[in-house]
C-alpha cells in the first residue's frame, strides 16, 4: 500500500504564475482534503473532494481551484500566485464509507513563490 | 466558530521523561486527531477519538468531553519522539462538516 502520495515535493515559482499539485489517495479512499501550511502555524483546510466535486471548502479565494478525477486523485490549482502563497500544501484522504473521516496525510508539496 | 489552542508551544525534555501536551477547542466535536510532523513536513495520524482513552505503545491519549479537552502523553520518551505535535478537531455538525481545524502544534525536543 503506498499510502497518500502527492508530486511535486518541491516547487519554486513566481508571483503572477500557476500551479498545479496532484494527490493521490491511499488505496480504498475515496475522499480528498487539501490544506496550506505556512511556516510555524497549523495547517489550514482550503477544501475536500468527494466523488468529483467540492463538498466543503474554508476560506481561500476563488484562485485557489481543485479537481478529483474517476480514479479519486486529486489536483489543487492556485492562480495569480502571491508571495503569500508560499507553504507546504498537504493532502489527506479518508473514506466516506466507513464515517470516520479519519484522515491520512502525504508528505505535502513545498510551493516557493518569489 | 472552532477554536483549537494547544500548550505548551515548546517543550524540552530529558530521555526518559514522561511528556504531557495540552489541547482545548472550544465547540462540540465529532471526533479529536492527534498528529506527528517532522521536520520536513510529512504528517503522521497517531489518534482519532470521540471519548475515553486510547494507547498506541508508548503513546496515550485522552479526551474529556465534557471539559472540552485532549491530552497526548508519551510515556518513557526517547530523542526520536522529537518532532511537532498537532491536534485538530472536526465539529459535530450533523454530518455536514467534514473539515479538520488544527492547532498550532507543539515542538517537542527530547534530549539524550
Known amino acids: 500500500d503506498a499510502g497518500v502520495t502527492q508530486s511535486p515535493t518541491h516547487l519554486i515559482k513566481t508571483r503572477g504564475q500557476q500551479v498545479t499539485l496532484r494527490c493521490s489517495p491511499k488505496?480504498?479512499?475515496?475522499?480528498v482534503s487539501w490544506y496550506q501550511q505556512a511556516l510555524g502555524q497549523g495547517p489550514q483546510f482550503i477544501f475536500q473532494?468527494?466523488?468529483?466535486?467540492?463538498?466543503q471548502r474554508g476560506n481561500f479565494p476563488d484562485r485557489f481551484s481543485g479537481h478529483q478525477f474517476p480514479n479519486y486523485s486529486s489536483e489543487l490549482n492556485v492562480n495569480a500566485l502571491l508571495l503569500g502563497d508560499s507553504a507546504l500544501y498537504l493532502c489527506?484522504?479518508?473514506?466516506?464509507?466507513?464515517?470516520?473521516?479519519?484522515?491520512?496525510f502525504g508528505p505535502g508539496t513545498r510551493l516557493t513563490v518569489t | 466558530k472552532n477554536e483549537v489552542e494547544q500548550s505548551p508551544q515548546n517543550l524540552t525534555a530529558q530521555e526518559g521523561e514522561f511528556i504531557t501536551i495540552n489541547c482545548s477547542y472550544s465547540v462540540g466535536i465529532s471526533a479529536l486527531h492527534w498528529l506527528q510532523q517532522h521536520p520536513g513536513g510529512g504528517i503522521v495520524s497517531l489518534f482519532m477519538l470521540s471519548s475515553g482513552k486510547k494507547k498506541h505503545g508508548r503513546l496515550i491519549a485522552t479526551i474529556n468531553i465534557q471539559e472540552k479537552h485532549s491530552s497526548l502523553h508519551i510515556t518513557a520518551s526517547h530523542p526520536r519522539d522529537s518532532a511537532v505535535y498537532i491536534c485538530?478537531?472536526?465539529?459535530?455538525?450533523?454530518?455536514?462538516?467534514?473539515?479538520?481545524?488544527f492547532g498550532k502544534g507543539t515542538l517537542l525536543t527530547v534530549n539524550p
Open positions: 473532494y468527494y466523488e468529483e466535486e467540492e463538498r
Open positions: 485538530a478537531s472536526r465539529i459535530n455538525s450533523g454530518g455536514s462538516n467534514y473539515k479538520l481545524t
Open positions: 489527506a484522504s479518508s473514506s466516506a464509507g466507513t464515517g470516520l473521516y479519519e484522515q491520512y
Open positions: 488505496s480504498g479512499h475515496d475522499t
